[in-house]
């Protein structure tokens, strides 16, 4: 979570991160605390990958009250490591 507040500290525009595996995001939801402006949030960009369904559903949830757009990728790790090694 530091490491993706300062990043966000540095850079004015979009932020795009993968989070590979994801569970529920406790991660991210840790920004909320390490975030020096938390209204920066809104400039995440998510691509959250798990192959739970329920994990993801979990993730998007969280994130959607802390203002961050998310989308999904449901399929085990190496899966979508191959899918995004393709676009």
């Keep these: 979570a530091a490491v993706i507040a300062?990043?966000?500290?540095?850079?004015?525009?979009?932020?795009?991160?993968?989070?590979l595996g994801c569970g529920g995001s406790r991660d991210l939801v840790a920004l909320r605390r390490q975030?020096?402006?938390?209204?920066?949030?809104w400039r995440l960009?998510?691509?959250?990958?798990?192959?739970?369904?329920?994990?993801?559903?979990?993730?998007?949830?969280?994130l959607a009250t802390m203002g961050m757009a998310s989308t999904t990728l449901p399929m085990?790790?190496?899966?979508?490591?191959?899918?995004l090694a393709r676009e």
Excluded: K, Y
Aim: net charge negative; glycine share 2%; hydrophobic share 40%.
């Design 6 to 19: 300062r990043r966000l500290e540095e850079v004015d525009g979009e932020v795009r991160l993968l989070s």
């Design 35 to 41: 975030c020096a402006s938390p209204a920066a949030l």
């Design 45 to 62: 960009q998510v691509v959250l990958n798990d192959s739970d369904p329920q994990a993801l559903d979990l993730s998007e949830r969280r």
């Design 76 to 83: 085990n790790v190496l899966t979508a490591l191959r899918t």
